[in-house]
Structures are given as C-alpha cells and as structure tokens.
C-alpha cells in the first residue's frame, strides 16, 4: 500500500533556508504536491510535481524529486517567520484516486 | 465563493452516540475526501467519492458511513462514536484526483 513519511520537527533560524524531506513507498504515483497548515486552518496547496520531473521551482520553492530513492524534498530559501506551519507532502498514486498525505513536518522559524 | 464548508466547527459527544458532519463545496467539484488528523499521524484518508453516487474506503474507513447523493454535498456519519474517534476531520475537494485539492477549516471532535 502507500506510505508517506515525513520527519516531525525541523527549526531553522530566519534568513536561512529550510529542506523538507519526505519518503514515499508507491512507485506508481503520478503527482507530488506540497501542503501547508497554518495553525486552525485546513491545507492549503503550496506546490506540485508530476513524476516525470525531477526539479521544480517557483519564487522561494524549490522541490527536488528522486524517484529512484522514492525522495522528495522542499526547500525554502530566506525562510521568514510567515513560514511557520506544519508542511504535508502527498502523493497521488497512478492506480488509485486516493491522495495520501504523510505525518507532516512541523516547521519553527526562530529570529 | 464559499469553497468548502464544514460544519460543525467543534463537537462533543458521549461514547455511543451518533451523528453527521457536514462538508458542502460550491465549485463543482467531482471528487471530495475525509480525513481525520491526528498528532504524529498526519492526516489519513477515511473516505472518499469521484462522484455523485461513487463512495470508496480509504485508509481508516472503519466507524465511519459516506454517502454522496449530490455532487455538493459529501456527510460523513459516526454510527457509535467511541473515544479513538476523537480527532480533527477534514473534508475536501477537488475538480479531479490529480487537481488541487481544497479543504474546509475542520471539525474538532472529541468523544467522552
């Protein structure tokens, strides 16, 4: 089945940048994507990556795709106090139509 | 445009009782979601429907009832509600599996 996982915490001082790394297990998925939780609110859509792709970038983002290593990471450059959230990477997988979130990382921007 | 819209906003039950949360969207959309979040767990996928009269399981389908009579409505039922069920749900949508998927703002539940 479908796993995704995430590290739990990740702190970073303001000004620098910040990598997310997520790990998932279905070498069918089609789409990655990128979620962002600011505290008592739903996800909302940060950015996306079709399988078939191995960088991404857009503005401050930058997600990078190993689909050898099942690896996708993302990076935040000039990481402001605004980024403070919990980060969710999904993966839709090709022979479902579920889309499966991992544990989401907690991400603390200290000045 | 309201988007997702999930009623109630808190919940509290008594182990045993039933009841429904509510998820409206008003962009169209053909495929809608429930999650439950939990802390450490992310979110899990519960149910989920590609379309009006289309429901599937997901990851955690046990205690839980969907059904999806129209493409804007998409309830989901507690049958007998028991404490693991205590949790932040969330519903959500999307024009298609592989498109944005667009969420409420939650249910917090807890189950005594």
């Known amino acids: 089945g479908e796993d995704v996982e995430q590290s739990l915490f990740l702190s970073v001082r303001e000004g620098d940048s910040s990598v997310i790394n997520c790990t998932y297990t279905?070498?069918?998925?089609?789409?990655l994507y990128w979620y962002k939780q600011e505290p008592g609110a739903g996800l909302q859509l940060l950015t996306y990556?079709?399988?078939?792709?191995d960088m991404k970038q857009d503005q401050r983002l930058t997600v990078l795709l190993n689909k050898k290593d099942k690896h996708l990471s993302l990076r935040i450059a000039d990481t402001q106090t605004g980024d403070s959230a919990i980060y969710f990477c999904?993966?839709?997988?090709?022979?479902?139509?579920?889309?499966?979130f991992g544990t989401g990382t907690r991400l603390q921007v200290f000045p | 445009n309201a988007g997702v819209t999930q009623t109630p906003k808190f919940q509290v039950l008594k182990t045993g009782q039933s009841m429904t949360l509510q998820c409206a969207q008003d962009?169209?959309?053909?495929?809608m979601s429930w999650y439950r979040q939990d802390p450490g767990m992310g979110l899990r996928l519960i149910h989920y429907s590609v379309g009006a009269g289309i429901t599937d399981q997901g990851e955690v389908p046990n205690g839980y009832n969907v059904s999806r009579s129209t493409t804007e409505d998409f309830p989901l039922r507690l049958l007998s509600a028991a404490p693991s069920q205590t949790s932040v749900y969330f519903c959500?949508?999307?024009?298609?599996?592989?498109?944005?998927?667009?969420f409420g703002q939650g249910t917090r539940l807890t189950v005594v």
């Open positions: 962009m169209n959309h053909e495929y």
């Open positions: 279905d070498s069918s998925s089609t789409y």
């Open positions: 990556i079709f399988s078939n792709m």
């Open positions: 999904a993966e839709r997988s090709y022979n479902t139509d579920k889309l499966i």
């Open positions: 959500a949508s999307s024009y298609s599996a592989d498109r944005e998927a667009f």
